[in-house]
């Protein structure tokens, strides 16, 4: 298990920017790849964009490619979600979480083993 924490949520009108922060509680950072997930009110917990160990390879969502970043940095043991372009259809709390040390896609909740409290993000009209 690797223990997250998120942060950097917060209210932004549409158009804005935002950058979340997901700090590991874990040795060996750089060997997991890690996810970032969010969910509405109402809705189910939906992927948003994947990173591998290494950081040199990527995946997304196709509701927010282009307008989100994930990177990571291995020596904090870091991972980021750079919003721009929000909109309110953003809204949500975001979530980031561990997966397995073998790069692969995963979109799926259930491939992740660990995961934050979630920080929320708010996008006004």
């Known amino acids: 298990q690797v223990q997250l924490v998120e942060s950097g949520g917060g209210l932004v009108q549409a158009g804005g920017s935002l950058r979340l922060s997901c700090t590991a509680s874990?040795?060996?950072?750089?060997?997991?790849?890690m996810g970032w997930f969010r969910q509405a009110p109402g809705k189910e917990r939906e992927f948003v964009a994947t990173?591998?160990?290494?950081?040199?390879?990527?995946y997304y969502a196709d509701s927010v490619k282009g307008r989100f970043t994930i990177s990571r940095d291995n020596p904090k043991n870091t991972l980021y979600l750079q919003m721009n372009s929000l909109k309110p259809e953003d809204t949500a709390v975001y979530y980031c979480?561990?997966?397995?040390?073998?790069?692969?896609?995963?979109?799926?909740?259930?491939?992740?083993?660990?995961w934050g409290q979630g920080t929320p993000v708010t996008v006004s009209s």
């Open positions: 874990v040795r060996t950072f750089s060997s997991y790849t």
């Open positions: 990173i591998s160990g290494g950081g040199g390879v990527t």
């Open positions: 979480a561990a997966a397995g040390l073998r790069w692969e896609i995963r979109t799926k909740v259930h491939e992740y083993h660990s």
